[in-house]
């Protein structure tokens, strides 16, 4: 399993690697891991929830999408990331790419940040999954029997997102707006 790692460098600062976009490896603290090297900007790759693949998404960038079935009332996946205070994800807000779920008012993750690809999970105003908080824990489940292929997303209702953030969710019965207002 990949660890995390807070290296952002350049791709002169990693041996046995070249243009942008090539795979390479690099050493930290004894241990070999594989990345991505995009834009001079280390990434790593993600360690997928069973049954789910991301791709583009017709809703907005990229999706998180089944490759299996998942029968109604199922449990898809759990949200996995950095846990932050509440108070840090306030600050963390203000990013273009918004990928923090509260789990309690108190404590929230940061799916950008060690997620299991569930991060790219998007909104929709007619979803076919919704989340739960069981201990602690974000997971995902079934609204309905989804097909692999389909895109699995849920209903934000309420997010960091100012009230104006539009959707582009295309369902017949789209609000406008991911936040219910």
């Given at each position: 399993m990949l660890r995390q790692s807070r290296h952002t460098l350049s791709t002169g600062s990693f041996p046995n690697t070249s243009a942008a976009g090539r795979q390479g490896t690099y050493e930290s603290s004894g241990q070999f891991f594989r990345c991505h090297l995009s834009y001079n900007v280390l990434r790593m790759k993600l360690k997928l929830a069973?049954?789910?693949?991301?791709?583009t998404s017709p809703i907005n960038g990229k999706g998180c999408f089944a490759t299996k079935?998942?029968?109604?009332g199922k449990k898809i996946a759990e949200y996995t990331g950095e846990r932050i205070s509440d108070l840090e994800a306030q600050r963390r807000a203000g990013r273009a790419k918004l990928r923090i779920c509260d789990i309690?008012?108190?404590w929230s993750l940061d799916g950008s940040r060690g997620g299991n690809g569930t991060h790219y999970i998007n909104h929709s105003c007619a979803p076919n999954a919704f989340m739960k908080t069981l201990y602690g824990h974000m997971l995902f489940f079934a609204l309905r029997d989804i097909r692999p292929g389909e895109e699995i997303t849920v209903d934000y209702e309420d997010t960091l997102h100012p009230d104006s953030?539009?959707?582009f969710c295309g369902a017949p019965n789209c609000r406008g707006t991911i936040n219910r207002i």
């Open positions: 069973p049954g789910l693949s991301i791709r079935s998942f029968q109604r309690d008012g108190r953030k539009r959707c």
